[in-house]
């Protein structure tokens, strides 16, 4: 069973910044396409950014381009999400999810990944 673990999350003010983390022993990152969705109360699960195999290609959802940046360290099989410049309707609870590779997709919806972490919670206080 694959384990995706989240971390960092808390309470932070706008304005302020903080550092989730997804840990993914399990994974190879090269054969994955790793990213962050979010999910406000009341709200769909959306898409925030993915960072896609070998490569590392990167993608950021327009309401978070310039100030969250997706990144990973593939000797520690760890993804991360650096947030920035935080606004109150960034808070919710952000998701890891690892899709693995097998030919085109789009990687922005929820429905492709096949593992998924239980989630961190950010809150925003303004």
């Known amino acids: 069973q694959v384990q995706l673990v989240e971390s960092g999350g808390g309470l932070v003010q706008v304005g302020g910044s903080l550092r989730l983390s997804c840990a993914a022993p399990?994974?190879?990152?090269?054969?994955?396409?790793m990213a962050w969705f979010r999910q406000a109360p009341g709200k769909e699960r959306e898409f925030v950014s993915v960072i896609i195999g070998n490569n590392g290609v990167t993608y950021d959802a327009d309401s978070v381009k310039g100030r969250f940046t997706i990144s990973r360290d593939n000797a520690k099989n760890t993804v991360y999400l650096q947030m920035n410049s935080l606004k109150p309707e960034d808070a919710a609870v952000y998701y890891c999810?690892?899709?693995?590779?097998?030919?085109?997709?789009?990687?922005?919806?929820?429905?492709?990944?096949?593992?998924w972490g239980q989630g961190t919670q950010v809150t925003v206080s303004s």
């Open positions: 999810a690892a899709h693995r590779l097998r030919g085109r997709v789009d990687v922005t919806q929820r429905g492709n990944y096949d593992y």
């Open positions: 399990e994974l190879t990152f090269s054969n994955y396409a």
